[in-house]
């Protein structure tokens, strides 16, 4: 059974910086994907970035160049570096996993608070 827990959220000040983790567990396909995504009040769900099996990435335009996704070898950790944060970044971010990079995403963590202040 996959098991995908995000930690690392909490507080910040604007232009400051957090980095997020997710402990990803029993999956048993190869070539996974694995994507952060984001939800503030009131608001879409949206995709912030994605790292395919050859560290190949992808990023949102709205935090490109200010964030950075990268796992480790074993791709048993995802890790989401966040720097210059806005007050707009402030969401619930959840790490999730699929089998492919063009199919539907199976596995969602439950989230990790992050909070900008002005």
């Known amino acids: 059974q996959v098991h995908l827990v995000e930690s690392g959220g909490g507080s910040a000040q604007a232009g400051g910086s957090l980095r997020l983790s997710c402990a990803v567990s029993?999956?048993?396909?190869?070539?996974?994907?694995m994507s952060w995504f984001r939800q503030a009040p009131g608001k879409a769900r949206e995709g912030v970035a994605n790292?395919?099996?050859?560290?190949?990435?992808g990023y949102a335009d709205s935090v490109k160049g200010r964030f950075t996704i990268s796992q480790d070898n074993a791709r048993t950790t995802l890790s989401l570096q966040m720097n210059s944060l806005k007050p707009e970044d402030t969401s619930v971010y959840y790490c999730?996993?699929?089998?492919?990079?063009?199919?539907?995403?199976?596995?969602w963590g439950q989230g990790t608070q992050v909070t900008v202040s002005s």
């Open positions: 999730a996993t699929r089998t492919t990079c063009s199919g539907p995403y199976q596995h």
């Open positions: 029993g999956v048993t396909y190869s070539d996974y994907c």
């Open positions: 790292i395919d099996v050859r560290g190949i990435t």
